[in-house]
């Protein structure tokens, strides 16, 4: 993901990808580095990236009720995408809302599978 970022420092996505590895290697500064790099050069994205850009940075300051309410949306949006609902039950869980997080598990897993 690094090579990817320096072969095209202006791509949000990339930096967004890179702050998911960050985050799941331990590195929480680095993540949130990436990830707030990601948003300020999310304006040019589609509405969809942008908002999928937003909640993980969210996500990185620990602003887990507005990411949330960022996944719901995505989700509302596109019910089929199960990344989106993952995002959400994710969030949920880390945000302490266990209850919630469940509800949304259990609205994936009545999707028809891929």
Excluded: C
């Excluded at 999310?42 to 937003?54: D, G, I, T, Y």
């Excluded at 199960?82 to 949920?92: E, N, P, T, V, W």
């Excluded at 949304?104 to 999707?111: D, F, I, N, P, S």
């Amino acid at each position: 993901m690094e090579k990817t970022v320096a072969a095209d420092p202006e791509y949000p996505l990339a930096h967004s990808a890179l702050a998911v590895a960050w985050t799941n290697l331990g590195y929480d500064e680095k993540a949130k580095e990436e990830a707030k790099r990601a948003f300020d050069l999310s304006m040019k994205l589609s509405h969809e990236n942008r908002l999928a850009v937003e909640g993980r940075y969210l996500e990185t300051i620990n602003e887990r009720d507005k990411a949330i309410e960022i996944y719901r949306t995505l989700w509302n949006f596109f019910p089929d995408n199960l990344d989106y609902g993952l995002q959400l039950a994710s969030a949920q869980t880390a945000a302490g809302h266990g209850r919630d997080a469940q509800n949304t598990l259990e609205a994936l897993r009545k999707l028809p599978r891929p």
